[in-house]
């Protein structure tokens, strides 16, 4: 089986999570099926794009007439430098928004089945028309159309197939699938050493409440910052977050953090994309590790944390219940968009309650490795995705 797996990210290009998805599902797909990776150029030389072309990897870039032209368009042109070149593929694979329009070009145009992996869905973001102005319109009507007429949809947990038959009610359940995000327990797994802490300037004697994501309105990290507040005095605040989706946002999050530092000490933010086996320390040592999220489809830094042995409090949405197992992984906080305030007090209490109760956050964190072991291994998931190719296949 021929297999176009299509996707914005991949190493080393890879910002959230459906990059992470997509990485680590083609290491285990390659063992299952005859796969090339199809993604987004980061090279900075014309030749370096057909080097990759031997270990099953193409990279495409986007039309060069279109250099400042809104981010959709030039998506759309990317798409259709995939659908041209994947023409020895019994099916196409397309991971977000980005790719899902290439996927369906390549069902019409070559006549195999297209599967889409939902990581999240564009009606349920509308806070993307900040960023991609009227392209979030395109990106709607991307996602839209190849969601309708894909043979397959996958969505990443219980949650997220509930809200793909929701704001797509023309796609057929039967179609639906669920297959969980995993994560490489191997890579994820606790680092007792203390040298990345150091460097960074955390104090290994005080605990520490971590974040890792972009700064985005999904991520809901303004929330976590104004809830930090209320922290037990003597924790810190460890903010690993990269740049913000807009100009706007950038100065809000600033301005919060500068506002928080002014109250108490011990609040870091690092701005920049940190190697994994640096995030992975800083996992491990967290007293908490803590996912804000508004809308979370299903949440594979949770499992990242869980993997790493560290208690999680995160909002009550999405997928992120599917993961977190209240009172046994971590605590969940229920997320109301009338009530930010009460959202906000309520992750403060649990922050605190779990930072409070070294014993009780260990207990947690052990039971968090363990099921992030039995239940989310990547070997699983490639499996699962390949029945799912099968059955259009039939």
């Known amino acids: 089986m021929k297999v176009g797996l299509l996707t914005r990210e991949y190493p080393p290009d890879v910002y959230g999570g459906a990059g992470v998805h997509a990485e ?22 014309p030749g370096d794009d057909v080097a990759d072309k031997a270990s099953g990897l193409v990279r495409h870039r986007a039309a060069a ?30 991971h977000t928004w980005y790719a899902n329009m290439a996927g369906h070009l390549a069902k019409l145009l070559h006549g195999v089945p297209h599967v889409m992996t939902a990581h999240s869905l564009e009606p349920l973001r509308p806070w993307k028309a900040e960023q991609l102005g009227g392209g979030y319109a ?22 997220m197939r509930a809200d793909v038959l929701a704001c797509y009610p023309q796609v057929d359940p039967d179609r639906v699938h669920v297959v969980h995000n995993g994560i490489d327990t191997a890579l994820y797994r606790p ?11 955390i104090d ?18 303004p929330h976590l910052v104004r809830a930090a507040r209320e922290f037990a005095p003597g924790t810190q605040l460890v903010l690993c977050a990269g740049s913000a989706d807009t100009p706007e946002l950038d100065a809000e999050f600033r301005s919060l953090v500068t506002e928080l530092r002014e109250r108490r000490d011990g609040v870091l933010w690092i701005p920049q994309m940190l190697p994994r086996p640096d ?13 804000p999220s508004v809308y979370e489809p299903l949440g594979i830094v949770n499992l990242e944390a869980m993997a790493c042995g560290t208690a999680v409090v995160a909002s009550a949405v999405g997928g992120i219940p599917e993961v977190v197992e209240h009172g046994r992984t971590g605590l969940l906080v229920p997320y109301e968009e009338a009530d ?6 309520a992750l403060a209490a649990a922050v ?22 039995t239940e989310f291994g990547w070997d699983a998931v490639a499996r699962r995705t390949v029945e799912v190719y099968e059955s259009v296949l039939e």
Request: glycine fraction near 10%.
């Open 24 to 45: 680590f599902l083609a290491r285990e797909l390659r063992g299952l099926v005859d796969l090339t990776v199809h993604s987004w150029s980061v090279a900075t030389g």
């Open 65 to 94: 007439g279109l250099d400042g032209a809104n981010n959709a368009l030039r998506t759309l042109s990317v798409d259709l430098s995939i659908a041209a070149a994947v023409t020895d593929i019994d099916l196409a694979h397309s």
């Open 138 to 159: 395109v990106s709607s009507w991307a996602e839209r159309t190849a969601a309708e007429a894909a043979d397959a949809v996958i969505a990443v947990s219980h949650g």
């Open 191 to 201: 680092d007792p050493r203390v040298d990345v802490l150091e460097r960074l300037g």
């Open 204 to 221: 290994p004697a005080r605990p520490f409440v971590l974040f890792v994501g972009r700064i985005t309105r999904q991520k809901g990290v």
């Open 279 to 291: 995030v992975v320390q800083l996992l491990t040592h967290a007293a908490v590790f803590v996912c």
């Open 340 to 345: 930010p305030r009460g959202f906000e007090a």
């Open 352 to 373: 605190n309650e779990v930072v409070g109760d070294g014993a009780r956050a260990r207990a947690m964190g052990e039971a968090g490795r363990r099921r992030a072991v």
